[in-house]
């Protein structure tokens, strides 16, 4: 070994890892760094060829091994960032991955729907707990005690005494009674609790949005009137309405309305069950006792109210057969609902 060949051998190096420092990607120059200028690299393994050098030929071999070093270490720092994304294995020419965003639950939209249309005919919207006592939920609502509703089979008694998961979003009748004086306009949207058998029409949580008007002068053609009105706007104007006596403690008389099929045009399907008819509410005006509860003018006031059942109207409105879909969060079934901006 003499100089010229050593100095051919640093040439040599030096120019491979100009030539792999440029094109290596990002991922690699800690490699490249080791094999030229680590402990073992090939800067130092030649260093070591220095020995066999002659005497005078070593200070200038020690020389240009130091300046190879000194310009491979140049070439890393050299490497601009630009440059290093350029040399990464990454392909920057592929289109970007798809954004996942949340979208709103077909409850949220048909609730929110509901909102906007009585907040166009003057309501405020109220709320109340969902647990709540069998006060509010029953005895003020003119429940008596004996009534099939309050059977332990049909509500979630909590083991504090006289608590429970409210059956309906009635209580709230109550509870806005109590802190407002009449006239009142209010509705409210919630979740109910009761112990029904699932099926497809059937879930042991379920929404309601109830309502409440009370003035002087209301009678049962504004209750007919403001409803009427209500399933237009939510179904479309060819929507037919029907309503139907029935009984309440907490109205009287009560009746119950139903607007006809949007799926089969009242001709009879699977949703409807053949009726060409779905149950969307029951209503009525409010019963003298109830308003003596709250301590409310029975000579001068009177009122309508109503509660009706969100998720029939979202599965008529949507074409959804079975109402266990609303709550088993299916991504593929509520992906196909619209995903508006701004949720709330
Ligand atoms: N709370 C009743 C239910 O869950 C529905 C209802 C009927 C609400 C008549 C009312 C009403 O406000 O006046 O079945």
Redesign the pocket.
């Known amino acids: 070994m003499n100089i010229d060949e050593l100095e051919k051998l640093f040439k040599d190096i030096l120019q491979n890892a100009q030539r792999a420092v440029s094109e290596a990607s990002q991922n690699e120059l800690n490699d490249l760094r080791t094999k030229f200028l680590g402990r073992k690299g090939e800067i130092a393994q030649s260093m070591k060829l220095l020995g066999k050098l002659s005497q005078e030929d070593r200070p200038k071999a020690g020389k240009i091994a130091n300046q190879t070093k000194a310009k491979i270490e140049s070439f890393f720092r050299a490497m601009k960032p630009e440059q290093k994304l350029l040399h990464t294995k990454n392909d920057y020419t592929l289109p970007g991955r798809k954004n996942i965003s949340g979208g709103s639950h077909p409850i949220r939209l048909v609730m929110r729907e509901i909102i906007d249309i009585f907040y166009g005919m003057g309501f405020s919207v109220a709320s109340g707990p969902e647990i709540e006592t069998e006060y509010y939920n029953f005895d003020a609502l003119n429940t008596p005690a004996d009534h099939p509703a309050r059977d332990i089979q049909d509500t979630f008694y909590l083991p504090k005494d006289g608590y429970l998961l409210r059956?309906?979003?009635?209580p709230v009748?109550i509870r806005v009674m109590e802190s407002q004086k009449p006239p009142l306009r209010v509705i409210v949207p919630g979740k109910c609790y009761r112990k029904d058998a699932i099926d497809p029409t059937h879930y042991y949580t379920f929404s309601?949005c109830?309502?409440?008007y009370v003035d002087k002068d209301v009678n049962l053609a504004d209750l007919m009137g403001v409803l009427t009105a209500f399933a237009k706007k939510i179904l479309g104007e060819n929507v037919k309405v029907r309503f139907r006596p029935h009984y309440?403690p907490?109205?009287e008389p009560?009746l119950e309305y139903d607007f006809s099929c949007p799926v089969c045009n009242g001709k009879g399907c699977r949703i409807c069950k053949g009726t060409g008819w779905i149950e969307i509410?029951?209503?009525?005006m409010v019963d003298p006792k109830v308003f003596e509860n709250v301590g409310y003018d029975t000579d001068k006031y009177q009122g309508f109210?109503?509660?009706m059942g969100i998720e029939r109207i979202a599965m008529v409105k949507y074409g959804i057969d079975d109402i266990r879909l609303l709550y088993e969060n299916d991504l593929a079934f509520l992906e196909q609902f619209p995903h508006p901006f701004g949720c709330f």
């Not at 059956?167 to 009635?170: A, D, F, R």
């Not at 509410?281 to 009525?284: F, K, P, R, T």
Request: glycine share 20%; no cysteine.
């Open positions: 059956t309906q979003t009635s009748q309601q109830e309502g409440l309440f907490f109205t009560s509410s029951g209503a009525g109210a109503w509660g």
